[in-house]
Each structure stands twice: as C-alpha cells, then as structure tokens.
C-alpha cells in the first residue's frame, strides 16, 4: 500500500468521515423523530430541526462533493496517461 499518496489517502479518509457523520446524524434523526418530529405533540423541537439539517447537509456532501471529486481525480489521471506532454 505504500504505491498510494497521501493525497488519495487523504481522499479516502474524508469520504469514510463524511459517511460516518452522516449516518450517525440519521441514526439521531431517527431516535429524536418519535418525540420531537414532525406531528409529535410537543411540536417541532429545535434540535430535532439542527440534526434534520446537518442531516441533509451531510446527505448533499455524500451526494454531489464526493463523487464531482472522485470524478475529477479519476479524468484528470486517465487524460495524464492518455495526453503526450513533457513529465
């Protein structure tokens, strides 16, 4: 495994964080739902309405930042290899 950078090293590492922040973000929403949700008799809590949007936050992270990076990472490593030019 020494082939790695640590740049990608560095890559992986942030995604795994970002997956794990977001499922314990939703394991909290889940939990916190059944009291402080949506048609719960007290109304809508405030931290139920704080996690509920780092939820998304972090689902939009997942779902757009990492894989526009890992794309980029990958092209730009395939038109390296495929484009003549000095090295």
Do not use: C
Not at 38 to 57: E, K, N, Q, R, Y
Request: aromatic content about 8%; hydrophobic content about 60%.
């Amino acid at each position: 495994m020494k082939n790695l950078p640590t740049a990608r090293w560095r890559l992986l590492g942030l995604s795994a964080l970002a997956l794990v922040l977001y499922l314990v973000l939703h394991w909290s929403v889940t939990a916190l739902s059944a009291r402080h949700g949506f048609g719960s008799p007290d109304g809508l809590g405030l931290g139920f309405a704080t996690l509920a949007v780092l939820a998304v936050a972090a689902r939009a992270l997942l779902l757009t930042v990492v894989p526009a990076v890992l794309a980029y990472r990958m092209i730009t490593w395939v038109l390296m290899r495929i484009l003549p030019g000095p090295r």
